[in-house]
């Protein structure tokens, strides 16, 4: 998705019901991580030489609730 001049990943999670936690909350430190090198390759190919800002958001459905959070994650720097 593209936000102005901004690159969004987003990262759509669902759980119910909820007993071991949010959608948001499962998204672990090594999904994560799997994320952005995925994210980077992906910018690598798209954009040669100077790459535009991005940022990771979350779409988490917990049941019939919907929460988007925006900059869930990221790196600091360039991807």
């Given at each position: 998705m593209q936000d102005h001049e901004t690159i969004v990943f987003i990262?759509?999670?669902f759980?119910?019901?909820?007993?071991y936690?949010?959608?948001a909350s499962s998204i672990t430190s090594a999904k994560q991580q799997r994320l952005i090198?995925?994210?980077?390759c992906w910018m690598r190919q798209q954009f040669r030489?100077?790459?535009?800002?991005?940022?990771?958001d979350v779409v988490a459905l917990d049941?019939?609730?919907?929460?988007?959070?925006?900059?869930?994650?990221?790196v600091s720097g360039p991807l």
């Open positions: 990262e759509v999670r759980r119910s019901p909820s007993r936690g949010g959608a090198r995925a994210a980077a030489g100077a790459e535009p800002a991005s940022r990771f049941g019939e609730a919907v929460g988007w959070i925006k900059g869930a994650f990221g």
